[in-house]
Structure formats: C-alpha cells, structure tokens
C-alpha cells in the first residue's frame, strides 16, 4: 500500500525539492515524509551562489536562516540522493561521484519513498534519473554486502539488501509517468537495474555499460535474467557470461539504450523535457528523438556485427557451458581473422571468470526468458540469499580479489574448472530444498493495477525477429535488389531514427548479397 500523499501549505518562499527548486511563492508542497527544510535551503544557497546574481543570493541566505531547524544543519550537497524539481519534471541525482553512484541502502531508502509520493502527484508528469561525475550507477554495494554475509548475525543485512533493491528495480518498471533514465558515464550491475525497464533509456558517447557479476563470484541480477534473456540473438547469454563491456553508441545499437544523444546536449535534454505541461510517452520520445545524433561516417562499427555477431549466437546458443567453450574453441580455427580473434579473446576471457557463476548464470538466463519480470527478480532472490549464505565461496574469492584488493590475475575459483561444477552445486541456487536458500524472503510488490505499465522495449529499436520476419516475406518470390528491398521496408525505417542502419546489418548478415551489373541483389539465406 502506497503512503498517503500529505499536501502542506507553506509561507516561505523557498519550494522543497519534492516541488521546486525555485525561489517562488510557495503554494503547496507534496510532503509524505517529514523534510528537513534547513537542508533544503542549504541547497538552495548552493544553486544560487552558482547561478544567481548577490543581491538573491542574499534574500536566498535569509531564507536559509529562517527554514533552519536545527543548530548545525547539514547541506543537501552531501546527501547520496538529491531530489530536484523543474517544471513538469522531478530528478532523481545519484550523488556519490567518489564511489560512482554505487548504490547503498542509504540510497535505496530514500529513492523509493520519493518515488511512490512523484507516482501519486498531479505535479510530476515525467521522472528522470541521473548521477554526478563519470557515472550514472557503477553497481550496488557488494562490498558492504560481502562483510554482511559472513557473519551469521548480520547475514540478514545482506539478504535485506538484495531484496530492497529488487524491489525497487520493481517500483521503476511500473512507474504510471514517462520516466527517463540518462545514461551518460558508467552504467553496471545494480546501476543498470534503476534504468533498463524505463521506457526511456539515453545512452551518450560516455555510457559504458556491463552485468559484470561473474567477474567477482555472483550471478547477473537486478532482473537480467529478464531483459538479457529477451535481447536479440544469443547477445545476452553473451553479455551475463563474459560480463564483457559495451560502450557509447553501440549500447543502443543493440537495444539495451532506447535513444543515443551525445553527452554535451544532456542539459539541453534536461531543459526540453522540463518544458512540457502534461506530456505524453510519445511526446517524450520525439522530444529525445529530436536530439538523436546519427552515426557518423568515421565512426567505428560496433563490435559484435556481421561475421563475430554471427559466430557469438552460434557458440552461445548452447545450454551447457562445456559447450560453448567447444563451440569457441572450434571457431578459433576459422578462417575469418576477425571471428578467430574474436573467439580467442571471448575464451580467455571466460576462462577468467568463475566457473560456478557461469554455470549460475547461464541457467538463470535460460529460465529467465520464459519468466515474467516479477518471476525473474523472484528467482533472482533465491540465487542472491543462497550466495549470501555460502553455497559458493566464490562470492567472497571474486569481491575480495576483484573489487578489494584489485588484483590483475585470476582469482582462486573453487571449483577451478567447468567440468567442477556438479548439477548438484547448480541445485544449490535453484532447488526449493536447497539449504542455501531457506532464508529467501518473498518480494513485496506495489499493487500493479495503479500503474500503466509501459513494454521497455517499445521506443527502442525493432526487435532483429521482427526485422528478419520482414525481409523474408519481401524475399519470398525470390531475389530482390536492395533498392526495393529498403522501399518495402520504409514504414519499419521511418519508425525510428537508427532503423536503417540496423536493417542493412541485418540484411548483410543473413542475406545472401551480390552485386550484378552495378546492381545489389538480395537473397533470403536459409539459416
């Protein structure tokens, strides 16, 4: 149950930032949780010092002096979370720059009530979330959560934090408003969970993105199991196993990012969407699309197109992780330069990671494409409660090794190989009598019927089924030149910007393509 919305009337000047950050006559203020209005106005003297002339700086001091309700009142600049009002819009900033936004229970705690009172305002129509510094989100805490684990005592810290952070990638997937999330700088693990269900996803030239939970022992949660199941291809096996990175452009060339926009037009962004009175997902979506800067003709492809895109959903289309290293190993032999460098690096790569989390991992991706997202952080659940409670000592190995003590080799997995790790190790993350996860509390849900829930697919790029399942039925008379081929597919283009760009991969990957005479000639290619 939602709290109830308090409305309050104020006589100072100063909004909170639950309104307006503007020096304005207050009318009302959507309360919900008592605020801390010294600490407003001390934001307040901070945007002015920076953007306004003496004299309201100095009316802006007074008001600072008369909010003040406690002796030594602290600065909202140091809060982890800061909440900004403009317009239409309400912000969310991510605001531990020195730890790259990783999210801690601090965070998470301040996020969801603000949420839950910006859901049930007449005064908010879009919600976007950002982070200072070079990232958005780097992760959540693992560290803190690692030390938590170990102790008996305190393990249910450790379990509580997962699950409060579940619950809130929840809470962001169901939001009733259009809700943008602004990646732009580093985006990973728990980062990525507060913004891939949003309808709006903006990746920059900065964003880079990556689940790098096998790196450190864990398996890809925060709901990947749901959307890195549902990506085209075999990309998101790909990404959940090698915790491999993806950076700036090629973040929505692949769907994980809704829009590109190059980082120095994300306040002209931020302004735009602020303007608005009341407006629509689609309104937003043109809005973004308007800033949308197209590939240029010095920009580098992204790197798992064409022949390596091609050889990725080969080698991990498969269920069992021995037969992916096979399948790797085989195509290390090809004769395709870029796809035999591609499969070497991807093995040693895997070889770095645990082979318990990839087991994990891979298993989970697999149930996960048939789950709802709700089923998928469910599940999520167990897998986090039984590594919080030892069923792999990998999770304290990888963190330690990984993000403690920053260390270069591999670390000492144990198991140490893949053929280690017994079905009755993998039955300890997924069993309903696995020991390990008897401690797994049952997500809390918001009531969905008091939500609209948006497909965070719907303002990305078509789905490549959807492309392929065009260009077939155009094919199916035989060869066609390309020329018409792009014409009978002009409506699916025009639908978005970047379209065009992913149709012709596509085309040149699982067509056959010649040219005759000057002219390109496309073929369906029997997969």
């Known amino acids: 149950m939602l709290p109830k919305l308090v409305v309050a009337k104020f006589t100072c000047t100063y909004l909170c930032n639950a309104c307006s950050h503007r020096l304005t006559f207050a009318r009302t203020c959507e309360l919900g949780y008592p605020h801390n209005h010294s600490m ?20 802006t001091r007074a008001i600072a002096a008369h909010m003040s309700t406690s002796a030594t009142p602290s600065s909202s600049l140091e809060q982890p979370v800061l ?21 801690n229970s601090e965070m998470i705690n301040l996020l ?3 949420l839950e009172i910006w859901s049930r305002s007449n005064l908010c129509h879009v919600i976007i979330g950002t982070g200072v510094g070079r990232a958005f989100c780097a992760g959540g805490d693992v560290a803190t959560v690692l030390h938590n684990s170990l102790d008996e005592a305190t393990r249910p810290a450790a379990i509580e934090f997962f699950k409060d952070e ?3 990638d929840f809470l962001l997937s169901q939001l009733p408003k259009p809700y943008v999330a602004v990646l732009d700088g580093i985006t990973m693990g728990g980062g990525v969970g507060l913004g891939i269900n949003a309808p709006f996803r903006v990746a920059t030239e900065q964003t880079k993105f990556a689940m790098p939970e096998t790196k450190i022992g864990y398996c890809p949660d925060v709901g990947a199991t749901f959307f ?12 959940a196993l090698t915790s491999e990175m993806l950076v700036g452009r090629e973040v929505f060339e692949l769907g994980l990012a809704t829009h590109f926009v190059p980082s120095r037009m994300i306040p002209s962004l931020m302004s735009h969407l602020s303007g608005h009175e009341n407006p629509s997902f689609a309104q937003i979506n043109n809005t ?7 590939r240029q003709p010095d920009e580098p492809c992204g790197k798992l197109m064409g022949t390596v ?3 990725l959903d080969s080698a991990f289309g498969h269920d069992t992780v021995e037969k992916i290293f096979e399948n790797l190993a085989a195509l290390s032999n090809s004769p395709d330069i870029r796809v035999s460098g591609w499969a070497k690096q991807t093995l040693e790569t895997l070889h770095m990671r645990s082979p318990t989390s990839l087991k994990v991992a891979l298993a989970a991706i697999r149930r996960g494409k048939s789950m709802s997202l709700r089923d998928a952080l469910q599940m999520e659940m167990g897998i986090a409660t039984a590594y919080c409670s030892g069923a792999s000592s990998d999770f304290c190995t990888g963190i330690s090794a990984v993000l403690v003590h920053k260390i270069q080799e591999r670390p000492e997995w144990s198991p140490d190989k893949i053929e280690d790790v017994s079905p009755e190790i993998l039955e300890r993350f997924f069993s309903d009598n696995s020991v390990f996860r008897s401690k797994t509390p049952r997500l809390s849900f918001p009531d969905t019927s008091l939500y609209q829930t948006i497909n965070p697919m719907a303002f990305a790029l078509p789905s490549e089924s959807r492309v392929v399942d065009l260009i077939r039925s155009s094919c199916q008379d035989g060869p066609i030149t390309l020329t018409a081929l792009l014409l009978q597919l002009e409506n699916l283009i025009k639908e978005k910007l970047g379209t065009k760009e992913k149709v012709l991969e596509v085309i040149y990957r699982r067509c056959q393509v010649v040219e005759d005479q000057g002219t390109t000639i496309v073929a369906w290619k029997e997969q």
């Open 40 to 59: 407003l106005a001390a934001t307040a003297v901070a945007r002015m010092s920076r953007n306004r002339p003496l004299a309201t700086l100095a009316r």
């Open 83 to 103: 909440f900004q009002s403009n317009g239409c819009a309400r912000t969310y900033v991510l605001n531990r720059a020195s730890k790259l936004n990783a999210l």
């Open 112 to 114: 969801r009530p603000q």
């Open 166 to 168: 579940f619950e809130l």
């Open 228 to 239: 890195l199941s549902r990506m085209d291809g075999e990309l998101g096996t790909y990404l």
């Open 288 to 294: 973004i699309e308007e800033l949308h800067s197209e």
């Open 309 to 311: 895109r091609s050889a």
